[in-house]
């Protein structure tokens, strides 16, 4: 049995199915303090990626016509206005500043005031997580660990089940599925009606670019460093040293997602620095890889089936006929 | 302000962006319920079929052998259809994994689908008997887990109510397959000999309203989604369906061949039902964030409790 059964520790198959040609595994930090909400990272991965239009909808949801992760957007930009007050009031307690999460716990937020509006934009990407959901389940084994430690779909190897996309707790993988031509198959049975595409789609933290020693597109088109590319373990350390200078300086709500390799999934291959809760930016507040649970739900589901055939077998035992 | 609505549930304020979803809804089609439907009958008419042959009900024995080797094969048809690659159905068969509920039951499918394929073949043909009763014990053995498994392979997901109904989901459609197993064998086997199918039917249709109102009262606050739109209306339809199939049946089953055939059918559309409210309340809960946030927040809640 694969490792997402354990709680922590290193991602399945990764590094010593890779032997020498293994890598140190690599991700993203993303600052959410930083950005400015430019979509670079967007325009960058479309491009390099040839990512399809994904629809040219105006949703009025402040700058965010993207609104989500899916087949078609690798890279979304969320943008929240608020009015809450950038900075805490009080100066915040030295211990408070080492002792853990979500800077709010001792110091109170001023007053509202009329020029309080906080604009919040961050760039949601594929977690590449430690435990990943859609890597267990994949059925053909189209989805795979890299040399690198990321998660990538083969898709000449998809075939378009979609059991990874209720799977992802992020929500990140999406089928895609382009119009029919009128030239598909015309005569074919509907059944295997040629399709232009029916595969699921997602980040593949530019395995492409990897290969060839380059960083990602999106963290090479970002303009502020909001996202940051290198070995994870440098990237941990880094993030931390960001959230004490934003502790310091009295940030609201400033907190680290995804950093911890003891949460649910194992730690985020790709992480994020956020200035309020996670459901506020669309993502869960508690991440659980559904594996986690296969192990009982396998127990579950072996007695309910010698439930089924007990209780057919009652039913031989039961009567005259 | 309609940015970052707040919205409250649970007694507690929730927020979430815009209120889009924060899991994607699942992407398969009609075929899939269908298929837990078809899945179903094949598992339990290879225990019915098997059980048969073992108390010499030759009857009861061939038309549950006929009737779960349709379901099985109709089965692989539903979800090849389903898939975005239809002509890629084979890499299906590339690797097994346990930690994939799909692959697992790829597998079973594949093995219960083929032993009693052959078996109601030869049965048909009337040779090679040795075969045949080596595929019949195959389909016998495979037919249970083909009937629990998709229960397994919707609550191993991160939709809420489906993740959260873990411990019920495969009892529910274990339950369900008796019913529905039963229930067709009934359509079909010689009045004289449907006994122990009616039998079957009935425990599975009195299992089948009970968990499915366990599963729904554990549910708590996610689970009111069993209770609205395309989930609720499938819901009361099984539930009503089954009821009165098995009030038919226990009432007028043995004795009326037509009581038992429109008891057999309202149990059929009531099996059905189900595993259609069941994927609709899968849908509906994905689509709403707070359904995600409610469950995790207050897993957080106890988890700093503890």
């Known amino acids: 049995m694969t490792t997402p059964m354990q709680p922590t520790g290193a991602p399945a198959a990764w590094p010593d199915t890779y032997g020498e040609d293994a890598k140190p595994r690599v991700g993203f930090f993303t600052d959410t303090s930083i950005c400015i909400g430019c979509k670079a990272c967007e325009v960058a991965c479309k491009e390099w990626n040839l990512i399809p239009e994904d629809g040219r909808v105006w949703t009025g949801e402040s700058y965010d016509n993207t609104s989500a992760l899916g087949a078609n957007s690798w890279r979304h930009v969320a943008f929240v206005e608020q009015r809450k007050p950038l900075r805490l009031a009080e100066p915040f307690p030295e211990a408070d500043a080492r002792a853990g999460e979500a800077g709010s716990a001792g110091a109170q937020p001023a007053e509202v005031g009329v020029a309080d509006l906080r604009w919040l934009m961050a760039s949601d990407v594929c977690k590449h997580c430690t435990h990943a959901g859609c890597l267990d389940v994949c059925p053909t084994g189209a989805l795979f660990r890299t040399e690198f430690g990321t998660v990538v779909v083969q898709e000449d190897v998809c075939n378009g089940c979609g059991y990874c996309v209720p799977t992802c707790p992020f929500g990140v993988l999406d089928k895609r599925d382009l119009a029919r031509s009128p030239d598909d198959a015309p005569l074919a049975l509907p059944l295997f009606g040629k399709k232009e595409d029916g595969r699921v789609w997602k980040c593949t933290l530019c395995y492409d670019r990897l290969k060839g020693g380059l960083e990602p597109a999106c963290a090479k088109a970002c303009p502020t460093d909001s996202i940051q590319f290198d070995e994870l373990d440098e990237l941990r350390k880094r993030a931390e040293r960001r959230l004490e200078k934003l502790r310091v300086e009295r940030w609201n709500g400033a907190r680290l997602y995804g950093q911890d390799a003891g949460d649910g999934v194992g730690g985020f291959g790709a992480f994020f620095l956020l200035l309020d809760e996670p459901e506020v930016y669309g993502l869960p507040p508690d991440p659980v890889v559904p594996t986690a649970h296969l192990p009982k739900l396998w127990r579950t589901t072996a007695l309910a089936a010698a439930g089924l055939l007990a209780g057919i077998a009652a039913a031989f035992v039961g009567g005259r006929e | 302000m309609s940015t970052n609505g707040s919205v409250t549930a649970v007694g507690s304020q929730m927020r979430s962006y815009y209120g889009r979803p924060i899991v994607k809804e699942p992407v398969w089609q009609r075929q899939v319920p269908v298929y837990f439907f078809t899945g179903g009958i094949a598992g339990a008419c290879s225990v019915l ?128 397959a008796a019913a529905s197993g039963g229930a067709a064998t009934i359509l079909f086997a010689p009045s004289n000999s449907a006994g122990p199918a009616r039998r079957a039917a009935l425990v599975g249709a009195v299992a089948e309203l009970g968990l499915a109102q366990l599963m729904e009262r554990r549910l708590g606050f996610v689970g009111e989604v069993y209770r609205q739109g395309e989930a609720g209306r499938y819901g009361r339809l099984a539930k009503s369906c089954t009821a009165a199939g098995a009030a038919l049946l226990a009432w007028r089953g043995r004795r009326s061949r037509l009581a038992a055939t429109v008891g057999g059918a309202l149990l059929l559309a009531g099996s059905a039902a189900l595993r259609f409210s069941v994927f609709e309340a899968g849908v509906q809960s994905a689509r709403d964030p707070r359904y995600v946030v409610a469950t995790q927040r207050e897993r957080l809640r106890e988890k700093e409790h503890a």
Do not use: C, Q
Not at chain 2, 72 to 81: G, M, N
Not at chain 2, 126 to 148: D, N, Q
């Open chain 2, 49 to 176: 079929h098997g059980l048969g042959r073992v108390t010499r009900n030759d009857g009861l024995a061939k038309t549950a052998l006929y009737v779960g080797a349709a379901a099985d094969l109709a089965s692989p048809i539903l979800l090849v259809s389903d898939l975005g690659r239809p002509e890629r159905f084979l890499n299906m068969l590339r690797v097994f994994k346990v930690t994939s509920p799909m692959s697992v039951g790829s597998w079973i499918l594949l093995a219960s689908g083929s032993a009693s394929a052959t078996a109601a073949l030869l049965e048909l043909a009337g040779r090679l008997r040795p075969v045949k009763w080596a595929a019949e014990a195959v389909s016998f053995v495979t037919g249970p887990p083909l009937a629990t498994y998709t229960g397994a392979l919707v609550a191993n997901t991160a939709i809420p109510v489906w993740s959260e109904a873990r411990g019920e989901l495969p009892w529910l459609f274990g339950a369900s």
